[in-house]
């Protein structure tokens, strides 16, 4: 995320949010965009997009005091979304689906010029999951291998060469 000098930096906006919560606007103005197309490709329609990333955000915003700076917000923020993914998912598992209603399901409003979504999360799927993962969070999330190895646990020449064999 760009940076100005006259703007405050992310750990500072997150210390100033702990006190007031309005500050944390200009957090969510700098990362929703971020956050709303990592979790677009992950889930199947652009509704539970919206939806994941808005409880993404309240999330962000009642944890804060877990902020500390080590990492970068977009980091940290990442990681809230990738759990929150993960639990509604998990959820889904519990539900059950009306064969019915498999039927009626309409497809997800895109534009045919989006630069077909709808491909990319096909292609994605075809890759391990592991290595989806890496291109989801460098291409949509907009990390750099070195944050992306943090929060994996891997190092930045790892994810480097997952990164180039999933695209290729």
Known sequence: ????????SDLELAQMSRENP????LLYRRYIDTVYRYVLVRVPSPED????????????????HRFRG???FSTWI???????????????????????????REAPGIAPDD???DTVKELLTRLPRAKAEVVELRVFADLSHSEIGE??????????AVFSRAMK
């Open 70 to 72: 080590d990492s970068r």
């Open 115 to 117: 630069l077909g979504l």
């Open 22 to 25: 309005a500050a944390f606007g």
């Open 151 to 160: 929060m994996l646990g891997k190092s930045e020449m790892a994810i480097r």
């Open 49 to 64: 997009a919206e939806d994941l990333t808005a409880h993404i955000f309240e999330n962000a915003l009642s944890s804060l």
């Open 78 to 104: 990442i990681q809230i979304a990738r759990h929150r993914i993960a639990d509604f998912y998990r959820a889904r598992r519990h539900d059950t689906l009306d064969p019915a209603a498999l039927d009626e």
């Open 1 to 8: 995320m760009e940076q100005y000098e006259d703007q405050p």
